[in-house]
């Protein structure tokens, strides 16, 4: 009985390792949703230079 008393104990500690990865994700937002979109504005300006940057790069590499 103890013995199963441990198993079931490992078990539910691997579940809870596994459900604190998935949270993690997660650790990063800010609880704030318009400090949140503007985060996300700022993401996609940025990779909208990234993109025109890369963009930029190649028409340069093509006409070399």
Not at 28 to 42: G, S, Y
Not at 48 to 62: G, K, R, V, W, Y
């Amino acid at each position: 009985e103890l013995q199963d008393e441990a198993r079931k104990l490992s078990k539910s500690k691997s579940s809870l390792a596994q459900l604190r990865l998935k949270l993690d994700v997660y650790s990063d937002l800010t609880p704030d949703i318009n400090l949140a979109r503007i985060q996300v504005r700022n993401l996609k300006e940025e990779l909208q230079n990234l993109e025109a940057e890369i963009t930029d790069n190649i028409s340069n590499i093509n006409s070399s």
